[in-house]
């Protein structure tokens, strides 16, 4: 993302999401989870 030249809070941002999405999946690993596990996330 800093390669990108995002903002510090745009990654910032985004780490909060990702760790949210891996809590709510009971920390399964991102790469061990598809489209539907997105879905679910989501909605």
Known sequence: M???HY???TEH???GWIKRFILFHDKKHPKDMGESEVE????
């Open 2 to 4: 800093r390669l990108k």
């Open 7 to 9: 903002a510090f809070r």
């Open 13 to 15: 941002t985004y780490i």
């Open 40 to 43: 679910a996330f989501l909605t």
